[in-house]
């Protein structure tokens, strides 16, 4: 699976950015979980969301309840993070991926065999 993610900019606190992952070529998230990771200088890697792309069950890290929410779209083999009401300390690197974790393990980036090019987002304050 080859994954392309875009979306990423600048923008200032209070706002909202969509960030999109989409399959490329012939491929297709069929049977996976789409996750979003991200990373930030001198930090590691953390959990954002992910969603089932079968059945649709979504996970949202803590972090981001009630300002990110993933979405899927299946015609354009595309998922989404729409980011809202975005705080200066979102600003990292966000990096989709594909994998089939079980749900206790859908928060580990163990879990993804597949992953995208990274998209900046900087938030200001």
């Known amino acids: 699976v080859q994954l392309q993610a875009s979306g990423g900019g600048l923008v200032q606190a209070g706002g909202s950015l969509r960030l999109s992952c989409a399959a490329s070529?012939?491929?297709?998230?069929?049977?996976?979980?789409v996750g979003w990771f991200r990373q930030a200088p001198g930090r590691e890697r953390e959990f954002v969301a992910a969603i089932r792309w079968s059945g649709g069950n979504t996970y949202h890290a803590d972090s981001v309840k009630g300002r990110f929410t993933i979405s899927k779209d299946y015609a354009k083999n595309t998922a989404y993070l729409q980011m809202n009401s975005l705080k200066p300390e979102d600003t990292a690197n966000y990096y989709c991926?594909?994998?089939?974790?079980?749900?206790?393990?859908?928060?580990?980036?163990?879990?993804?065999?597949?992953w995208g090019q990274g998209t900046q987002v900087t938030v200001s304050s």
């Open positions: 991926a594909a994998g089939r974790p079980i749900a206790s393990t859908v928060r580990a980036d163990g879990s993804y065999y597949y």
């Open positions: 070529g012939r491929t297709t998230f069929s049977g996976y979980t």
